[in-house]
T-cell receptor, first 115, second 116 residues
Framework: DTGVSQDPRHKITKRGQNVTFRCDPI?????LYWYRQTLGQGPEFLTY????????KSRLLSDRFSAERPKGSFSTLEIQRTEQGDSAMYLC?????????????FGEGSWLTVV | AQTVTQSQPEMSVQEAETVTLSCTYD???????LFWYKQPPSRQMILVIR??????QNATENRFSVNFQKAAKSFSLKISDSQLGDTAMYFC?????????????FGKGTKLSVIP
């Protein structure tokens, strides 16, 4: 059983550019989550999908952020017009409704540096 | 809203010794779950142990065990026979899955160093 995979692992971009991260959850996990983690802090929730439906969004997810999960499998997180404050690790996670959805497994994360 | 507090930013332990990491949480819910995650320098968050709030028995996973005190809203992690590979950031987290929400709320973490 492969784990949650994320791509790219590292991204350096200039301020104002758009970036997109991809997440492939554990196969057959119907729930998918995005979190953001800055240095010295615990992860903070951004958004949650059940299958293809985006059911919950944090107020941290500004209008410049958009997440999709078009076929209920992989997901993308796009950040438009990046700002230096967007520099962080973006973590994807997944879980299965079948086990109650209460054990959430994380990927290795995508590091974003905005210069 | 749920909050999770880890009051020990850093800790160290000698190899083969036992260490306890503290965590307190605040929730008004009755049905919730608690977790300890480990994040080594490679950065992947790894689940260490989980506890269902409705279970009185403390969870155990090999060298890792918890002391769950529901009334005190305390959830500490004990690591026995510490190994060098245990060096990592440890995050305590809570999950309340009522009303269709599946947000994990994390503490700020405790950096554990295992000394040879």
């Amino acid at each position: 059983d492969t784990g949650v995979s994320q791509d790219p692992r590292h991204k350096i971009t200039k301020r104002g550019q758009n970036v997109t991260f991809r997440c492939d959850p554990i196969s057959e996990h119907n729930r998918l989550y995005w979190y953001r983690q800055t240095l010295g802090q615990g992860p903070e929730f951004l958004t949650y999908f059940q299958n293809e439906a985006q059911l919950e969004k944090s107020r941290l997810l500004s209008d410049r952020f958009s997440a999709e999960r078009p076929k209920g499998s992989f997901s993308t997180l796009e950040i438009q017009r990046t700002e230096q404050g967007d520099s962080a690790m973006y973590l994807c996670a997944s879980s299965s409704e079948n086990n109650g959805g209460n054990t959430i497994y994380f990927g290795e994360g995508s590091w974003l540096t905005v210069v | 809203a749920q909050t999770v507090t880890q009051s020990q930013p850093e800790m160290s332990v000698q190899e083969a010794e036992t260490v306890t990491l503290s965590c307190t949480y605040d929730t008004s819910e009755n049905n919730y779950y608690l977790f300890w995650y480990k994040q080594p320098p490679s950065r992947q968050m790894i689940l260490v142990i989980r506890q269902e709030a409705y279970k009185q028995q403390n969870a155990t996973e090999n060298r890792f065990s918890v002391n769950f005190q529901k009334a005190a809203k305390s959830f500490s992690l004990k690591i026995s026979d510490s190994q060098l590979g245990d060096t990592a950031m440890y995050f305590c987290a809570s999950l309340y899955s009522g009303a269709g929400s599946y947000q994990l709320t994390f503490g700020k973490g405790t950096k554990l160093s295992v000394i040879p």
